[in-house]
T-cell receptor, first 113, second 116 residues
Framework: AQSVAQPEDQVNVAEGNPLTVKCTYSVSGNPYLFWYVQYPNRGLQFLLK??????LVKGSYGFEAEFNKSQTSFHLKKPSALVSDSALYFC???????????FGAGTTVTVRA | GAGVSQSPSNKVTEKGKDVELRCDPISGHTALYWYRQSLGQGLEFLIYFQGNSAPDKSGLPSDRFSAERTGGSVSTLTIQRTQQEDSAVYLCASSTPGTGPGDTIYFGEGSWLTVV
């Protein structure tokens, strides 16, 4: 069975500082990894994904994520956070033969001005 | 429209009533998913449709829940005899199979259901 862990319920950073949201996964075979963001009272919005190739994946709104196979991690990063990045972030994984996404519990990011 | 469309966006219903939630996937997307998001439960998979194949209903929490997809496009999630624990956001998503597990799944804005 596949699973995702987001060890931090909340992350608080000051505007302009780097932002990191942690994610570790468990899956049989090669992982297919995704990050989504949910703004208040909205649906999930796709940010980026890792399929294969370069371990550093760049996505929307200046976000990037680094795939680390040995640590089974896929942390989301942004070099300089904005107040508008305050939202709920979900990491998700699929295995090779899966069509369902398995989600982590989510991490609430608050960026203070 | 350009994205996944869901209706109603908000629904308040009395306990014991039936509700129907509708999803219109992105045009051309053959795969359709329903997920539920509730406090303390995170995002739960409910059901998956792919083309004309039999749906994967393994995530439906009880026989009060059912879903259908007509003509390979619009889907309806029906909850019969609603209970307060059914209060949640019901998210529909779609994707177009191409690269396999790397396909991106796109979500709608959700239907916010409150059972009183």
């Amino acid at each position: 069975a596949q699973s995702v862990a987001q060890p931090e319920d909340q992350v608080n950073v000051a505007e302009g500082n780097p932002l990191t949201v942690k994610c570790t996964y468990s899956v049989s075979g090669n992982p297919y990894l995704f990050w989504y963001v949910q703004y208040p009272n909205r649906g999930l919005q796709f940010l980026l994904k890792y399929i294969t190739g370069d371990n550093l994946v760049k996505g929307s709104y200046g976000f990037e994520a680094e795939f680390n196979k040995s640590q089974t991690s896929f942390h989301l990063k942004k070099p300089s956070a904005l107040v508008s990045d305050s939202a709920l972030y979900f990491c998700a994984v699929r295995g090779l033969s899966d069509y369902k996404l398995s989600f982590g519990a989510g991490t609430t990011v608050t960026v203070r001005a | 429209g350009a994205g996944v469309s869901q209706s109603p966006s908000n629904k308040v219903t009395e306990k014991g009533k039936d509700v129907e939630l509708r999803c219109d996937p992105i045009s051309g997307h053959t795969a359709l998913y329903w997920y539920r998001q509730s406090l303390g439960q995170g995002l739960e998979f409910l059901i998956y449709f792919q083309g004309n194949s039999a749906p994967d209903k393994s995530g439906l929490p009880s026989d009060r829940f059912s879903a259908e997809r007509t003509g390979g496009s619009v889907s309806t999630l029906t909850i019969q005899r609603t209970q307060q624990e059914d209060s949640a956001v019901y998210l529909c998503a779609s994707s177009t199979p191409g690269t396999g597990p790397g396909d991106t799944i796109y979500f709608g804005e959700g239907s916010w259901l409150t059972v009183v």
